[in-house]
């Protein structure tokens, strides 16, 4: 985070050899950022269109529109004390394999809670609730040229 006040950083010390630092105290993560983490991990997916159900996706077509995107669309989650277990409803890209994809959706879920929460992933749930199919709305909307070098039949 950048420093916008000026003032001078407290710099992180070790502790002085031969003195015990706290083992005491807790960490406590809530599941919204659980939430959060498990949704962008499940969006870099490849073949991942979207998040959540169709409501969850028109409020946050708006909330993108504000930019204000809700990462932990889609998700939900149950934090205990080592897990975490995860449901995560997607749209999947046509033609990717349905199973492919919720696969992988799991694999970088679980990982990301390993690796950013400290927590092992006991459960992913993937709900694939819609597909995805490109259309030429979509195509029109791609602002890179087309690659056989045809010309565009509009302006």
């Known amino acids: ?29 809530e599941n919204g950022v659980v939430a959060k983490i498990a949704g962008i991990a499940a969006r870099e997916v490849p073949g991942v269109y979207a998040l959540g159900g169709g409501a969850a996706r028109a409020v946050g077509a708006i909330r993108d529109a504000l930019n204000s995107t809700d990462l932990a669309q889609g998700i939900s989650v149950e934090v205990g004390e080592t897990q975490v277990a995860v449901d995560v409803t997607i749209v999947a890209e046509y033609p990717a394999s349905l199973q492919k994809v919720a696969d992988d959706v799991r694999a970088a879920i679980s990982l990301a809670m390993a690796e950013y929460v400290g927590k092992q992933a006991v459960e992913v749930n993937v709900t694939i609730n819609d597909v995805h199919i490109p259309t030429e709305d979509d195509v029109a909307a791609d602002p890179t040229p087309a690659a056989d070098g045809a010309d565009s039949r509009v302006l």
């Open 1 to 29: 985070m950048t420093n916008v006040s000026n003032a001078q950083q407290p710099a992180v010390q070790d502790a002085p050899a031969g003195v015990a630092v706290a083992s005491t105290g807790e960490t406590i993560i």
